[in-house]
């Protein structure tokens, strides 16, 4: 990974967040512009882990780019962030479960969402070659499903509320789907029983 320096992260209600995301063309992949915009979506991951000591994707929309591709650091499968260039979905289980998602944008809070249990993906590395991986493990599943979302312009909380809402009023109106990490942190036990998955 190329070091540079790391973006800001976009915070929730910023109306670029809710915007699709244009594929990387295969011209782009080979620009320099596109490299250094990847080497910042990586350092932008490292810096927000080693400051917040969470985070294992981000996509990047989140810093302001409205292209198809994202970054992931799985601890124990990689040792840097690795870059995931127009991500599909080939497949995606019928079973679903449960689960407090966070989000880079919206750190203080989680957000209660639905996910397929295990999906196949379909993506470019940062070398332009095609690779498949196929049924991933949950872990892995609800990561690229909620970074996917991103590309998409969706947030974990348009899975709650299709409205344009600010944090005080999700936490008001959806006290069941949006709580905020300090009342979890405080009593994790009460909210793990809520959800079928925790990370």
Same mark, same amino acid.
């Given at each position: 990974m190329v070091t540079t320096t790391a973006a800001t992260v976009l915070r929730l209600g910023t109306p670029s967040l809710r915007e699709a995301c244009a594929k990387v063309s295969l011209s782009e992949l080979a620009s320099a512009p596109f490299h250094a915009d990847m080497a910042?979506?990586?350092?932008?991951?490292?810096?927000?882990?080693?400051?917040?000591?969470?985070?294992?994707?981000?996509?990047?929309?989140?810093?302001?780019?409205?292209?198809?591709?994202?970054?992931?650091?799985?601890?124990?499968?990689?040792?840097?962030?690795?870059? *995931?260039?127009?991500?599909?979905?080939?497949?995606?289980?019928?079973?679903?479960?449960?689960m407090w998602d966070d989000c880079m944008c919206f750190p203080d809070l989680l957000v209660r969402v639905s996910r397929h249990a295990s999906i196949s993906l379909g993506y470019?590395?940062?070398?332009?070659?095609?690779?498949?991986?196929?049924?991933?493990?949950?872990?892995?599943?609800?990561?690229?499903?909620?970074?996917?979302?991103?590309?998409?312009?969706?947030?974990?909380v348009n899975l709650v509320s299709k409205d344009l809402l600010?944090?005080?009023?999700?936490?008001?109106r959806f006290p069941s789907h949006v709580i905020q990490r300090r009342a979890f942190d405080?009593?994790?036990?009460?909210?793990?029983?809520?959800?079928? *998955?925790?990370?």
């Amino acid at each position: 990974m190329v070091t540079t320096t790391a973006a800001t992260v976009l915070r929730l209600g910023t109306p670029s967040l809710r915007e699709a995301c244009a594929k990387v063309s295969l011209s782009e992949l080979a620009s320099a512009p596109f490299h250094a915009d990847m080497a910042r979506l990586q350092s932008t991951l490292t810096a927000f882990r080693a400051k917040n000591g969470f985070g294992r994707g981000i996509a990047a929309p989140q810093i302001g780019v409205q292209k198809r591709f994202v970054a992931i650091h799985l601890d124990g499968k990689h040792a840097s962030p690795q870059v *995931y260039i127009n991500p599909e979905f080939t497949w995606r289980s019928p079973a679903m479960f449960s689960m407090w998602d966070d989000c880079m944008c919206f750190p203080d809070l989680l957000v209660r969402v639905s996910r397929h249990a295990s999906i196949s993906l379909g993506y470019l590395n940062h070398h332009g070659q095609i690779v498949h991986e196929d049924a991933l493990p949950q872990a892995e599943s609800e990561l690229f499903q909620h970074e996917l979302d991103h590309l998409d312009g969706i947030l974990a909380v348009n899975l709650v509320s299709k409205d344009l809402l600010s944090a005080d009023e999700l936490l008001e109106r959806f006290p069941s789907h949006v709580i905020q990490r300090r009342a979890f942190d405080m009593n994790p036990t009460k909210f793990q029983k809520l959800v079928d *998955y925790v990370i």
